[in-house]
């Protein structure tokens, strides 16, 4: 089943749209965006319904105010920005249900924005409730997910609006998504090189499990090594172990090496004698990590051992940083790696907010192929996993 995307709906004139995205912008104390890539991302999209002279109610959230009205999470913020960038008004509804807003957008005129206020401001969103949904519609007769990084989660505005609207499909950042997603997993160029990172197994471990049918080689890093490590019988000291996870962990090893996938893991690190940016620290290989000292960084033979295990790479998919890069005595590794990438060759694919702000403090983000906007979601494709939003987009795109 394929989904449709907003250029093949034949007649957007005059027509309310429901468009759901994630504007789920970072603010400071002030209220002040402080980085506005996923309003800049739907533009396309939105620029085409405008052109096309739709009506647009655009949809989100932002922070998490669990199920209540909190002025802090008011999404005042990103319709100002999204104003200034579009150049044109952007109206804020005072809620996202009700009369008053129904009103707002039964006087639109084609060619208005309409921006409801953060959809999290109720609990029914959470909860996909059917009732809450039906209140979102206010009256439109388009549904358009270009929210791709909510698109993991069957919320309200995500999933349950689907029975009460009739036409369904995806904006174009959706699109994005999953084309270079489907390069990546459905039709890649190999060698297929997949980099894990971050600080825990859990969470990626399912990832590992799905990616050993589809890669050509995995390298893992960060602080999720040291459970393979640990595994196999090195002494890690304080590294970061999920004890608990050690015998999954190695099961995954066992079954990527029968499959012929060819699996990395550092062979030198940086420790430190305690989690802090001014720690005591020093490189060490795997065999010599001290029994009260902690790896926070992969050390400069991995770096080396991981750029030449991408050299010949045409396709590289990569999430989660190689050490505690947010502190500068554990950033190398990350970048250097982030350099390697972007060196490379390959279709480089990257997701999760710390790759992606690891690749960003890295000045590399434009020699990058892609970079996701969906960290969970991201995740839960490399998983193999169907995620909610994109199923009802399946299932009811082509009706
Ligand atoms: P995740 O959300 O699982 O992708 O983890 C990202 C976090 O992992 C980052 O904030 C890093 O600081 C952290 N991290 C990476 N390597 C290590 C390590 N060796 N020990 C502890 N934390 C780490």
């Known amino acids: 089943m394929s989904i449709r995307y907003i250029d093949e709906i034949k007649d957007l004139e005059g027509k309310k749209v429901f468009m ?5 912008v970072p603010l400071d104390d002030n ?64 809620d996202c249900i009700g009369s008053q807003v129904q009103a707002m957008v039964d006087a639109m005129k084609p ?7 953060n959809v999290r401001f109720y609990p029914g969103e959470e909860k996909n409730d059917n009732e809450f949904a039906q209140a979102l519609v206010n009256g439109c007769e388009i549904y358009v997910n270009d929210a791709f990084a909510v698109s993991h989660r069957a919320h309200a505005s995500v999933h349950a609006i689907t029975n009460f609207i009739p036409v369904v499909a995806a904006g174009f950042l959706m699109k994005n998504e999953m084309n270079y997603f489907d390069k990546a997993m459905k039709n890649p160029i190999r060698p297929l090189v997949a980099i894990l990172g971050g600080a825990k197994v859990s969470g990626k471990i399912e990832v590992l499990e799905n990616l050993c049918d589809k890669v050509d080689k995995i390298i893992v890093g960060g602080g999720m090594a040291f459970t393979f490590l640990k595994g196999m019988g090195y002494n890690v000291g304080k590294s970061l172990v999920e004890e608990d996870l050690i015998e999954t962990a190695m099961k995954t090893y066992e079954k990527a090496r029968a499959k012929g996938v060819k699996f990395y893991l550092p062979v030198d690190c940086v420790v430190a004698d305690q989690f802090s940016a001014t720690a005591e620290n020093k490189i060490v290989p795997i065999q010599e990590i001290p029994e009260s000292w902690m790896a926070l960084d992969i050390g400069p033979a991995s770096v080396a051992l991981f750029s030449e295990a991408i050299q010949n790479a045409k396709t590289i998919v990569w999430n989660g940083p190689m050490g505690v890069f947010e502190m500068d005595a554990f950033s190398r590794g990350t970048f250097a790696l982030v350099t390697a990438v972007a060196n490379s060759y390959a279709l480089t694919i990257i997701g999760g907010g710390d ?16 970079i996701s906007t969906g960290g969970g979601a991201f995740l839960e494709l490399l998983e193999g996993k169907k995620l909610p939003g994109i199923q009802v987009l399946e299932e009811k795109g082509n009706k």
């Open 355 to 370: 790759t992606d702000a690891a690749v960003n403090r890295g000045g590399e983000a434009s020699r990058m192929g892609y």
């Open 20 to 24: 759901r995205v994630d504007f789920n």
């Open 111 to 117: 060619g208005d924005i309409v921006m409801l206020e």
């Open 31 to 94: 209220q002040n965006i402080t980085e506005d890539t996923r309003i800049r991302g739907v533009l396309p999209t939105i620029n085409y319904a405008l052109d096309k002279k739709a009506k647009i109610v655009l949809a989100s959230h932002l922070g998490r105010p669990k199920g209540e009205r909190k002025e802090k999470y008011s999404m005042a913020p990103a319709a100002e920005r999204l104003s200034k960038l579009l150049g044109k008004e952007v109206k804020l509804a005072p």
